[in-house]
Structure formats: structure tokens, C-alpha cells
């Protein structure tokens, strides 16, 4: 599906967006940018995201995994179990 931003002064100016978004079969989303400080967060389809950090070193989880094939199917099948 294409996307197309729209700014707008004037809030009849959604309230017609909207009426409209039905007869012409499309799709009237907000994003939520304004709420959150911007250096904080990443955007991907308007959703927040959380940078990582840079400053944390990686090369110290080799120990943990080392030696333990971690098999990625099961991690995620198991990572995503609820728990009862």
C-alpha cells in the first residue's frame, strides 16, 4: 500500500479526510511524533522505536554463547511462549 503525508492547519480539514476515506476506500492514520522528544526515539511507519546504544560492547556475550549453539528457531518459538 503507498502512503502519502498530509499536513493540515485546520482540524475540518481531517474531519473531511476522514468522510471521505469511505467512499474512496483509504486509509486515515495518526502517528503519535509530537508526543515523544524526538533524539530519543527512531520512526518506522510512525511507530516509536528505541535507538540502541552504541556504547555497549558486544563482544562480551561471546563468552556466554560460546559453546552453546544456540539453535534461532528455537529461540524464537521458545521466546515467545507465554508464560502460565
Request: net charge positive.
Amino acid at each position: 500500500m503507498k502512503e502519502v503525508i498530509i499536513k493540515y492547519k485546520d482540524s475540518k480539514t481531517l474531519e473531511l479526510l476522514k468522510s471521505l476515506a469511505e467512499y474512496l476506500d483509504f486509509s486515515v492514520s495518526l502517528t503519535i511524533k509530537n508526543k515523544l522528544p524526538k533524539k530519543e526515539y527512531d520512526y518506522i511507519n510512525g511507530v516509536p522505536v528505541i535507538r540502541g546504544d552504541s556504547s555497549i560492547d558486544v563482544r562480551k556475550l561471546k563468552a556466554i554463547f560460546t559453546g552453546k549453539n544456540p539453535d534461532p528457531k528455537k529461540l524464537r518459538t521458545e521466546g515467545w511462549e507465554r508464560q502460565k
